[in-house]
């Protein structure tokens, strides 16, 4: 699969693994559209490109509301006359316990990370069927596959997004489309760290994963490097695929686990002086 020339619009390319998509697509030689709602981080990104040779536009849109993910296709359309792929990749994170959130904090994840795809693949779809090919890529988590305790809001959409794009895929075979499901393991973006979180800083949240994280660099890397393999899932590192399978193997062991990282959780939870828990919005990362 060759990315020279062709046209790649990237959601949340402003930061993150969406930054290190769009860098490497360039280098590739492709033409990149840096979607983000972060004006300054998006410009950022388009001029980082721009200062090696790249070619790069931004676009500047909350993927969560449809109007201005359809009138932004549009204009891509019109001016490269063509999409060759679409990374659905912008998202955000939460992590707490369930019966310490609102419901309210459910719905900026659900719309950020399910309809933000959803979105994206529905205004790339209508145009990559008129064309008869493109790629859609649809960025997931490994724990879209598999539970996790304290991280179920962000779970659930990211297990939302598999069934999602595992119906999409099935239904454009014959269209000339191709559909892809990204589900990383965990990715020293800043996404949690910058996520709201109940009883725990992002810093913290974070030293509680005790799996090594992978780059954005290295991440966009594995994902180019399956879709030249054209596979429609890609599923990496290497721990996720164990744990994936231990939990259908095993599944009264991996809930022994579970509960054991529950209770660890429970333990390194913050409350104030009134004994409530303390909710987080988040250090600023990029």
């Not at 559209?33 to 070619?55: F, M, P, Q, W, Y």
């Amino acid at each position: 699969m060759e990315f020279k020339c062709k046209v790649a619009v990237v959601t949340g390319g402003g930061a993150g693994l969406g930054n290190a998509l769009s860098q490497r697509l360039s280098q590739l030689g492709a033409s990149v559209i840096v979607v983000d709602r972060n004006a300054a981080a998006a410009r950022e990104t388009v001029e980082l490109i721009r200062s090696k040779g790249g070619k790069a536009e931004f676009h500047i849109l909350d993927v969560s509301n449809w109007k201005q993910v359809d009138l932004m296709f549009q204009a891509v359309l019109t001016q490269f006359q063509i999409i060759h792929f679409v990374f659905n990749n912008a998202g955000m994170a939460l992590a707490g316990e369930i019966k310490y959130l609102e419901v309210e904090h459910w719905r900026p994840i659900f719309d950020s990370n399910l309809f933000g795809v959803i979105h994206g693949s529905q205004a790339a779809y209508r145009i990559m069927a008129r064309q008869g090919f493109g790629h859609i890529i649809n960025i997931s988590s490994s724990i879209g596959l598999m539970p996790a305790p304290f991280f179920s809001h962000y779970s659930a959409s990211k297990y939302a997004v598999v069934g999602f794009t595992q119906a999409l895929h099935a239904e454009t075979l014959d269209q000339g489309i191709r559909v892809h499901l990204v589900c990383p393991g965990y990715i020293e973006s800043g996404l949690i760290k910058s996520g709201f979180s109940m009883g725990m800083s992002g810093i913290k949240v974070r030293k509680m994963v005790h799996f090594r994280t992978m780059s954005p660099e290295d991440a966009a890397q594995r994902i180019l490097h399956g879709l030249t393999k054209r596979k429609m899932l890609i599923v990496f590192p290497w721990y996720c695929h164990l744990f994936i399978w231990f939990q259908r193997v095993f599944p009264l062991l991996a809930e022994r686990l579970n509960r054991y990282s529950i209770q660890k959780f429970r333990s390194e939870t913050e409350y104030d002086q009134d004994n409530h828990i303390i909710p987080y919005k988040g250090e600023p990362q990029r």
